[in-house]
């Protein structure tokens, strides 16, 4: 197992392609440099922000796929001044299965949402698992102890997990850089698929989506495939916590700013002003289904039918960057944008004017930023993008502060570009109407709109984006630390006695089911030993003892009624002083809201069987630890959950817990942890215990003062200070603290 060391840590990138192409000629070996999204981001570690996260004496390793064999980079330093490559080698039937087959036509039209294009094959998944293997191997033979692993996308989903098995000890991130699709087109995955790729991305310490709507669709994948809840987007795996949040990747900002007043930039506007008309449309994507290509033509097509005032006035230059052009698929949807191209310009173009440039090839940078300045309204128009930076380049290169951008609202980039327009790609009007509006605003509401997204962009750089992924990941070590298992060793139970003996004026406080009585399949069957019984009746002689439960007031009342113990029942919504002869109910409760809840949970039961529903005074609670098949019962307690959660309005202010085979249902205005806090400050107590096994303890573990001596049972994640390990080590726990304390 690795041990943590002091020295600042290496990062490593694992991701599908190197971050550059290795040309071998002559047998000497040279690199060109990729330019994506990916590869700048990352660049922005290098140098001085690299400093504040990493060891600025090593290169960034990476590991990633090479079409070279293994003979042509045998002896040859595959660096530069920024990388370390680590090839890895996949065999060609691999290869086909795992990237053009799972990848390329499952994932990516999945996630799209384009289920009719993906292609389910058990070989795909077959090769996709082997492939995460490879990748996993050529990981394991560079990784050192505190390196910063950081696995990249959709290709290598299996990975953290791997990387987490192996190597516990290291810090891992995954960045899934397109969009994480709905629960109903996920679930279209068979269930062992998925629950190995939900399983895999939660093998890391952060996992970073584009959009919060992509983080919420896979909370609730994780959620119904694997079990997991989240409180504030964290998870908590038991012996670990994870975080999963939104960081919207961006561009350079000053790089494509400083770009405008270049001279061959100069030049590549000025010319294009020059041999375009009046009003300049420009759009470039590389060629695919998700881009909107086609329907952005007929949008365009729309305008012109409509808006016959802009004829002759407009040029659309449109570039299409090649992509997949073997595969048939790819070569006929090229055919109809080569057709739908050639028929707008033959219906509407004459001999002086043509309406749509048409370009199916690569830019340059130079090219790409003085068409970027030159053009009057950027068209982006994906029918599905996980982020889409096109739009943001446009925007950080108008240093002019003029233009306008057409944004649909299916790319995540629409979250953060709401001054631009924004559009249905798929209503051909609605882009219409977009174009026509753009080319009538005023040269003070494109100021006003560009000032506006440019400063969002420069203030959220990749650099910031980089920042903010390592920031919280650093942060989620130290709530880690916090919420770290400590198991109450001899000494630690000495202290906790001592200070018992020590103490004048106590507060105890116990949980039931977990705690004081195991857990049984039947509820109503959770019985307190006698044993027990008698320690806590010997305590409370001369203590404060509270009762903490989400049980009912009638169940509680039978079991400790004869006892001289405070009772809260019902999560802290009702309370019995140990000297009172009713009930209190909390100032904070409001009735009316269990009849529109309960059709639900009742629905819930019927298709469960086994699960019951509670009716409490003052909650619902849906059971299910007798369901007669524990793993449907979970699915469908997952679905419950979700379902409530989507169903209940904030004006009821209603909290739906996740308990051990149980969901139940109460107001937000009280819990465990308020009713603690409040018996706890009543009297100037000198020594404060709390036992619980629960969820629902987690409120009143964190309530407590940091004086406290706070117990988890269990190996679960907690805010309690300690842990043991079961119920059974409660009464021996209790009994030796107290056996030295004379009544």
């Given at each position: 197992m690795?041990?943590?060391?002091?020295?600042?840590?290496?990062?490593i990138?694992?991701?599908?392609?190197?971050?550059?192409?290795?040309?071998?000629?002559?047998?000497?070996?040279t690199?060109?440099?990729?330019?994506?999204?990916?590869v700048?981001?990352?660049l922005s570690?290098?140098?001085?922000?690299k400093?504040?996260?990493?060891?600025?004496?090593?290169?960034?390793?990476?590991?990633?796929?090479?079409?070279?064999?293994k003979?042509?980079?045998?002896?040859?330093?595959?660096?530069?001044?920024?990388?370390?490559?680590?090839?890895?080698?996949?065999?060609?039937?691999?290869?086909?299965?795992?990237?053009?087959?799972?990848?390329?036509?499952?994932?990516?039209?999945?996630?799209?949402?384009?289920?009719?294009?993906?292609?389910?094959d058990?070989?795909?998944?077959g090769?996709?698992?082997?492939?995460?293997?490879?990748?996993?191997?050529?990981?394991?033979e560079?990784?050192?102890?505190?390196?910063?692993?950081?696995?990249?996308?959709?290709?290598?989903?299996?990975?953290?997990?791997?990387?987490?098995?192996?190597?516990?000890?290291?810090?891992?991130?995954f960045?899934?850089?397109?969009p994480?699709?709905?629960?109903?087109?996920?679930?279209?995955l068979?269930?062992?698929?998925?629950?190995?790729?939900?399983d895999?991305m939660?093998?890391?310490?952060?996992?970073?989506?584009h959009?919060?709507d992509?983080?919420?669709?896979?909370l609730?994948?994780?959620?119904?495939?694997?079990?997991?809840?989240?409180?504030?987007?964290y998870?908590?795996?038991?012996?670990r916590?994870?975080?999963?949040?939104?960081?919207?990747?961006?561009i350079?900002?000053?790089?494509?700013?400083?770009?405008?007043?270049?001279?061959?930039?100069?030049?590549a506007?000025?010319?294009?002003?020059?041999?375009?008309?009046?009003?300049?449309?420009?759009?470039?994507?590389?060629?695919?289904?998700?881009?909107?290509?086609?329907?952005r033509?007929?949008?365009?097509?729309?305008?012109?039918?409509?808006?016959?005032?802009?004829?002759?006035?407009?040029?659309?230059?449109?570039?299409?960057?090649?992509?997949?052009?073997?595969?048939?698929?790819?070569?006929?949807m090229k055919?109809?944008i080569d057709?739908?191209?050639?028929?707008i310009?033959?219906?509407?173009g004459?001999?002086?004017?043509?309406?749509?440039?048409?370009?199916?090839?690569?830019?340059?940078?130079t090219?790409?930023?003085?068409?970027?300045?030159a053009?009057?309204?950027?068209?982006?128009?994906?029918?599905?993008?996980?982020?889409?930076?096109?739009?943001?380049?446009?925007?950080?290169?108008?240093?002019?502060e003029?233009?306008?951008?057409?944004?649909?609202?299916?790319?995540?980039?629409?979250?953060?570009?709401?001054?631009?327009l924004?559009i249905?790609?798929l209503?051909?009007?609605?882009?219409?109407d977009?174009?026509?509006m753009?080319?009538?605003?005023?040269?003070?509401?494109?100021?006003?709109?560009?000032?506006?997204m440019?400063?969002?962009?420069k203030?959220?750089d990749?650099?910031a984006?980089?920042?903010?992924?390592?920031?919280q990941m650093?942060?989620?070590?130290?709530?880690?630390?916090?919420?770290?298992?400590?198991?109450?060793?001899?000494?630690?139970?000495?202290?906790?006695?001592?200070?018992?003996?020590?103490?004048?004026?106590r507060?105890?406080?116990?949980?039931?089911?977990?705690?004081?009585?195991?857990?049984?399949?039947?509820?109503?069957?959770?019985?307190?030993?006698?044993?027990?019984?008698?320690?806590?009746?010997?305590?409370?002689?001369?203590?404060?003892?509270?009762?903490?439960?989400?049980?009912?007031?009638?169940?509680?009342?039978?079991?400790?009624?004869?006892?001289?113990?405070?009772?809260?029942?019902?999560?802290?919504?009702?309370?019995?002083?140990?000297?009172?002869?009713?009930?209190?109910?909390?100032?904070?409760?409001?009735?009316?809201?269990k009849e529109?809840?309960?059709?639900?949970?009742?629905?819930?039961?019927?298709?469960?069987?086994?699960?019951f529903?509670?009716?409490?005074?003052?909650?619902?609670?849906?059971?299910?630890?007798?369901?007669?098949?524990?793993?449907?019962?979970?699915?469908?307690?997952?679905?419950?959950?979700?379902?409530?959660?989507?169903?209940?309005?904030?004006?009821?202010?209603?909290?739906?817990?996740?308990?051990?085979?149980?969901?139940?249902?109460?107001?937000?205005?009280?819990?465990?942890?308020?009713?603690a806090?409040?018996?706890?400050?009543?009297?100037?107590y000198?020594?404060?215990?709390?036992?619980?096994?629960d969820?629902?303890?987690e409120?009143?573990?964190?309530?407590?003062?940091?004086?406290?001596?706070t117990?988890?049972?269990?190996?679960?994640?907690?805010?309690?200070?300690?842990?043991?390990?079961n119920?059974?080590?409660?009464f021996h726990?209790?009994?030796f603290?107290?056996?030295?304390?004379?009544e």
């Amino acid at each position: 197992m690795n041990k943590k060391i002091e020295n600042p840590p290496r990062l490593i990138i694992v991701a599908y392609r190197l971050p550059f192409k290795i040309i071998h000629e002559n047998d000497n070996v040279t690199f060109q440099q990729s330019s994506g999204g990916l590869v700048s981001a990352v660049l922005s570690l290098v140098g001085q922000q690299k400093e504040s996260f990493f060891n600025p004496e090593e290169k960034i390793q990476w590991v990633g796929f090479t079409e070279n064999t293994k003979e042509e980079l045998e002896g040859q330093s595959l660096a530069n001044e920024s990388f370390q490559a680590h090839p890895v080698f996949l065999p060609d039937d691999i290869r086909e299965n795992y990237y053009e087959g799972f990848c390329n036509n499952l994932i990516w039209p999945l996630c799209h949402y384009f289920p009719s294009l993906a292609r389910f094959d058990d070989a795909y998944f077959g090769a996709y698992q082997t492939a995460n293997e490879l990748f996993f191997d050529k990981l394991a033979e560079i990784i050192q102890p505190g390196d910063v692993v950081w696995v990249q996308d959709y290709q290598l989903m299996l990975l953290p997990e791997m990387i987490r098995k192996k190597f516990p000890e290291n810090k891992i991130g995954f960045f899934f850089h397109i969009p994480f699709p709905s629960y109903e087109l996920f679930r279209l995955l068979p269930v062992k698929w998925r629950k190995a790729i939900i399983d895999g991305m939660l093998g890391a310490d952060v996992i970073g989506f584009h959009t919060n709507d992509y983080v919420e669709y896979f909370l609730k994948a994780a959620k119904l495939v694997s079990g997991y809840g989240n409180k504030l987007h964290y998870i908590n795996m038991g012996n670990r916590i994870l975080k999963v949040d939104s960081f919207p990747i961006s561009i350079d900002f000053n790089k494509f700013n400083s770009a405008y007043d270049d001279p061959e930039v100069s030049f590549a506007r000025g010319s294009a002003r020059e041999s375009l008309m009046e009003k300049i449309i420009f759009s470039v994507d590389r060629l695919d289904y998700s881009k909107g290509i086609r329907h952005r033509l007929q949008g365009f097509n729309r305008f012109l039918e409509q808006y016959p005032e802009w004829h002759g006035r407009v040029s659309f230059v449109m570039v299409v960057v090649p992509s997949r052009d073997t595969i048939e698929q790819y070569q006929n949807m090229k055919m109809e944008i080569d057709q739908t191209v050639g028929r707008i310009n033959s219906d509407y173009g004459n001999i002086n004017w043509q309406p749509i440039i048409y370009q199916y090839r690569s830019m340059s940078y130079t090219e790409l930023v003085g068409m970027y300045s030159a053009s009057d309204v950027a068209l982006v128009t994906p029918l599905r993008d996980g982020m889409n930076l096109v739009c943001k380049e446009y925007v950080a290169s108008r240093k002019d502060e003029m233009g306008v951008l057409i944004l649909s609202e299916m790319a995540g980039a629409s979250a953060e570009l709401g001054e631009a327009l924004i559009i249905n790609p798929l209503d051909n009007q609605d882009i219409a109407d977009a174009i026509d509006m753009a080319f009538k605003m005023s040269p003070e509401n494109q100021t006003k709109r560009m000032i506006a997204m440019r400063q969002r962009i420069k203030d959220y750089d990749v650099f910031a984006w980089t920042k903010d992924f390592f920031t919280q990941m650093n942060m989620l070590e130290q709530e880690q630390e916090r919420l770290r298992q400590v198991f109450l060793t001899n000494k630690g139970i000495d202290d906790i006695r001592t200070a018992y003996e020590r103490s004048s004026n106590r507060i105890l406080f116990f949980d039931y089911d977990g705690t004081l009585a195991p857990i049984v399949p039947d509820p109503s069957k959770a019985i307190i030993s006698e044993d027990i019984k008698n320690l806590i009746l010997g305590i409370a002689k001369r203590d404060t003892v509270v009762i903490i439960s989400g049980r009912d007031r009638k169940f509680l009342e039978d079991r400790f009624g004869d006892l001289p113990v405070h009772i809260i029942a019902e999560h802290g919504a009702m309370t019995k002083s140990v000297d009172a002869s009713e009930w209190t109910m909390n100032d904070d409760y409001e009735e009316d809201w269990k009849e529109s809840i309960k059709p639900i949970l009742d629905l819930y039961a019927i298709r469960c069987p086994g699960a019951f529903v509670e009716t409490k005074e003052t909650s619902l609670a849906w059971h299910y630890r007798v369901a007669d098949d524990a793993d449907y019962a979970d699915r469908r307690s997952r679905e419950l959950i979700w379902q409530l959660k989507n169903f209940i309005q904030p004006e009821l202010k209603l909290q739906v817990i996740d308990g051990s085979k149980v969901v139940e249902v109460k107001k937000t205005a009280f819990n465990k942890g308020t009713a603690a806090k409040s018996l706890a400050a009543q009297r100037n107590y000198d020594f404060i215990l709390a036992i619980g096994d629960d969820t629902t303890d987690e409120d009143m573990f964190e309530a407590l003062p940091d004086t406290a001596f706070t117990i988890k049972i269990g190996e679960d994640l907690s805010a309690a200070r300690n842990h043991i390990k079961n119920q059974d080590e409660v009464f021996h726990f209790l009994n030796f603290m107290t056996s030295s304390v004379v009544e």
